[in-house]
């Protein structure tokens, strides 16, 4: 089915996580699947717009083949406002209202409480085992040293000019070479971060890769292997959906 989730507005969904509302009036649309859920009991994600990190978790929720709605945020005014700060006070996304209705934020944590969902999938592990250390140290990894990398882009382009955006340029630089180098090791064989099985972690990686169509601080053909992962994603229906949902274009939830 076309999915309009996206629309809802950030008021009523945060009603709806703290179940104030009517099952009538949550949502004028149904979540995705269209199974006969409730809707108190449904997760929302609440996603960040333009290009957030939060797309990782719009990706993991395709994967995972459970319903969920989600609420789009725009960033930086949206997500720093009061109405909003009711879920998350540091003003970031993602957020998730889990169906037990607690919010979780922090991608790491998010793709972290997805994969226990997802065990019977094969998209997540049992705390304890080795399959369950692997993708915790990929997520880990992309969610500081990854992710870090492009901070200093991001604040020279936002906030820097002069000699001081050059230099914060040049840092961040050495550091997103330095991080493609890691991950050019670390997917090793591949075809995915954890080998042959693909994981939550690819996920997280679709979302962070693309910051550097915005930078162009590193050419990715000189890392076959985080370029081939990349193109692979590019092909997959969920990041495709995310893709649509970010542009707000008509979306077919897989």
């Not at 999938?121 to 915790?136: H, I, K, M, Y």
Request: net charge neutral; proline share 6%.
């Amino acid at each position: 089915s076309i999915c309009n989730v996206h629309r809802c507005r950030l008021q009523d969904a945060i009603r709806t996580a703290s179940g104030a509302m009517s099952t009538q009036a949550r949502f004028p649309h149904p979540p995705h699947r269209g199974l006969n859920r409730k809707p108190a009991m449904t997760p929302i994600l609440f996603y960040g717009v333009p290009s957030g990190c939060s797309f990782g978790s719009i990706v993991a929720l395709e994967w995972l083949r459970q319903p969920y709605h989600l609420c789009r945020i725009d960033m930086p005014g949206q997500v720093q406002g009061e109405d909003y700060r009711r879920l998350n006070p540091l003003g970031e996304t993602p957020t998730l209202r889990t169906p037990q209705g607690e919010l979780l934020s922090e991608s790491l944590a998010i793709l972290n409480h997805l994969a226990a969902k997802g065990i019977a999938q094969g998209l997540g592990f049992a705390q304890g085992t080795a399959g369950f250390d692997r993708l915790n140290h990929r997520l880990a990894y992309l969610n500081t040293s990854f992710f870090g990398a492009y901070a200093p882009l991001w604040h020279a382009l936002e906030h820097a000019e002069g000699d001081d955006g050059e230099a914060l340029r040049a840092y961040g630089t050495t550091k997103v070479r330095h991080a493609h180098q890691a991950l050019e090791q670390m997917i090793g064989t591949g075809p995915w971060l954890l080998g042959e099985q693909r994981s939550f972690a690819d996920a997280y990686f679709a979302g962070i890769a693309r910051w550097n169509d915005y930078h162009q601080v590193v050419d990715r053909r000189e890392f076959p292997r985080v370029q081939q992962l990349f193109e692979r994603l590019q092909d997959d229906a969920g990041v495709q959906f995310a893709h649509a949902i970010e542009a707000q274009q008509p979306a077919t939830s897989s």
